[in-house]
């Protein structure tokens, strides 16, 4: 069983890469993101707590978050392994989730960082912009959550650095030559 975190800013190309990376592997892929639009979507309990908070682009807190992934976890009892996309995004959620695997026997493998500065990734968001169509609020939502991310979500990246575990690529390139990348890194070559 192998278990990877993959981490980077808002249009670093996290989806592009879990999507090839479950096609190969068969990850049971976590996106916390997805899990909480999903819940705003259907209008759950969960969804309507987190609603504002995620309109707004800031952390939904640790305590909720975690909650979630737990059952989300104890639903897949029997996953060749995982893919955490979005998650651990505070130093709280990556020892929840050191903790989650240690009493299934297992662990985070690999924390896999595209590496992608600020300036790259508002710069490719800018160029989107010019093509699609986007309303200001979205706008202003993505702004903050690249914000959350270079202010926040960064100061977990130690937390792996200092464990060995955190494997850096470089975000800038072709998509098949980063996932070239992280698969070599998967398979240990
Ligand atoms: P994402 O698609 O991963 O950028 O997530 C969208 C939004 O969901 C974020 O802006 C947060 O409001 C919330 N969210 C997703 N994952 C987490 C997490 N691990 N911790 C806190 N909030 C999260």
């Keep these: 069983m192998i278990n990877l975190v993959l981490f980077g800013p808002p249009g670093a190309g996290k989806g592009t890469q879990s999507e ?18 999903w819940h705003t979507k259907n209008e759950t309990e969960l969804g309507k707590r987190v609603k504002e908070i995620m309109n707004s682009g800031s952390l939904v807190p640790d305590e909720i978050t975690i909650a979630m992934l737990k059952e989300e976890l104890d639903k897949n009892p029997n996953a060749k392994g995982f ?10 959620q990556a020892e929840a989730l050191d903790r989650f695997m240690k ?17 790259e990734v ?15 609020d979205e706008e202003e939502k993505l ?8 202010t926040k979500t960064v100061h977990v990246l130690p937390y792996y650095e200092k464990q ?9 390139g072709e998509i098949e ?13």
């Excluded at 090839?20 to 639009?37: A, E, M, P």
């Excluded at 508002?122 to 169509?133: D, F, L, V």
């Excluded at 702004?143 to 270079?150: A, L, P, S, V």
């Excluded at 060995?164 to 800038?172: D, E, H, S």
């Design 143 to 150: 702004n903050k959550r690249i914000t959350e991310y270079f």
């Design 83 to 92: 893919l955490f996309d979005g998650f651990p995004r505070t130093v709280a």
């Design 122 to 136: 508002r710069s490719r968001i800018a160029k989107r912009r010019s093509i699609e169509n986007r309303v200001d």
């Design 177 to 189: 030559a980063i996932f070239g990348s992280i698969c070599k890194i998967i398979d240990h070559k």
């Design 103 to 119: 009493d299934n026997g297992t662990a985070i493998h690999h924390v896999i960082a595209l590496d992608v500065t600020e300036a």
């Design 164 to 172: 060995g575990r955190l494997k850096t690529v470089q975000g800038i």
């Design 20 to 37: 090839k990376l479950i096609k190969q592997y068969g990850f049971v892929h976590i996106s916390t993101g997805d899990l909480f639009r």
